[in-house]
């Protein structure tokens, strides 16, 4: 089945540094890719997608490149703020015709950043 | 235009229990899906809801069900329940069958079972 795998956590960083979470996937056809993000006491929001291979989402400073080659969705940010603190989740999901609507995700990593 | 709601936001329970939860979804989605987060498992997919039926389940015990109404609102129960069940259960709405599956989450239900 389906499964996707996140670099360990947490991550911890200072203000201004560069930020990446390694992402990894399985999957038998051809998912998109997503990157959820949790802050605390709060649901989970998309970050970012990509919907096919070599596509790269970005939104808010952060990007990720969808790469088949290597089962691949690498969560970057060139300079995280203290308010990027938050739980970072991959997940995957197959055409919707086959699977509907549903999400696998990764374990998730607590990135934690400090002024 | 307003998010996905759930309610009630926290619960206690006490073991042998049943619990109903709600989730309203975003006017105009009419695809529900409810997801349980626990510090060891992490996040799991229950079950899907489109048009009133179960379009997709997860790998969870008869314990836990759901439905959906006519509004789209839908609800689900854990019945019997185990200390295990304590978790985050996040629900997401979505327009079923649409592009790149882009799902949007409620706050979530904190359930506590002692």
């Given at each position: 089945g389906?499964s996707?795998?996140q670099?360990e956590?947490?991550?911890?960083?200072?203000?201004?540094?560069?930020?990446?979470?390694?992402?990894?996937?399985?999957?038998?056809?051809?998912p998109?890719?997503?990157?959820?993000?949790?802050?605390?006491?709060?649901?989970?929001?998309?970050?970012?997608?990509?919907?096919?291979?070599?596509?790269?989402?970005?939104?808010?400073?952060?990007?990720?490149t969808?790469?088949?080659?290597?089962?691949?969705?690498?969560?970057?940010?060139?300079?995280?703020?203290?308010?990027?603190?938050?739980?970072?989740?991959?997940?995957?999901?197959?055409?919707?015709?086959?699977?509907?609507?549903?999400?696998?995700?990764?374990?998730?990593?607590?990135?934690?950043?400090?002024? | 235009?307003?998010?996905?709601?759930q309610?009630?936001?926290?619960?206690?329970?006490?073991?042998?229990?049943?619990?109903?939860?709600?989730?309203?979804?975003?006017s105009?989605h009419?695809?529900?899906s409810?997801?349980?987060?626990?510090?060891?498992?992490?996040?799991?997919?229950?079950?899907?809801?489109?048009?009133?039926?179960?379009?997709?389940k997860?790998?969870?015990?008869g314990?836990?069900?759901?439905?959906?109404?006519?509004?789209?609102?839908?609800?689900?129960?854990?019945?019997?329940?185990?200390?295990?069940?304590s978790?985050?259960?996040?629900?997401?709405?979505?327009?079923?069958?649409?592009p790149?599956?882009?799902?949007?989450f409620?706050?979530?239900?904190?359930l506590?079972?002692?």
């Amino acid at each position: 089945g389906d499964s996707v795998t996140q670099m360990e956590g947490p991550v911890t960083l200072s203000e201004e540094a560069f930020l990446t979470i390694n992402c990894t996937y399985t999957a038998t056809g051809y998912p998109s890719l997503f990157w959820y993000v949790q802050y605390p006491g709060e649901g989970l929001q998309l970050l970012l997608k990509a919907t096919k291979a070599d596509d790269k989402g970005s939104n808010k400073g952060f990007e990720a490149t969808y790469r088949k080659e290597t089962t691949s969705f690498h969560l970057e940010k060139g300079s995280v703020q203290v308010s990027d603190s938050a739980v970072y989740f991959c997940a995957l999901s197959d055409p919707p015709r086959t699977s509907g609507s549903r999400l696998t995700f990764g374990e998730g990593t607590q990135l934690t950043v400090n002024p | 235009k307003a998010g996905v709601t759930q309610t009630p936001r926290y619960l206690i329970k006490t073991r042998g229990q049943q619990v109903t939860l709600s989730c309203s979804p975003i006017s105009g989605h009419r695809s529900v899906s409810w997801y349980q987060q626990t510090p060891g498992q992490g996040l799991q997919f229950l079950f899907e809801y489109f048009s009133e039926t179960q379009r997709n389940k997860g790998n969870f015990p008869g314990r836990f069900s759901g439905r959906q109404f006519s509004n789209s609102r839908s609800e689900m129960n854990v019945s019997t329940l185990e200390l295990g069940d304590s978790a985050l259960y996040l629900c997401a709405s979505s327009l079923f069958l649409a592009p790149y599956n882009e799902q949007f989450f409620g706050p979530g239900t904190r359930l506590t079972v002692l």
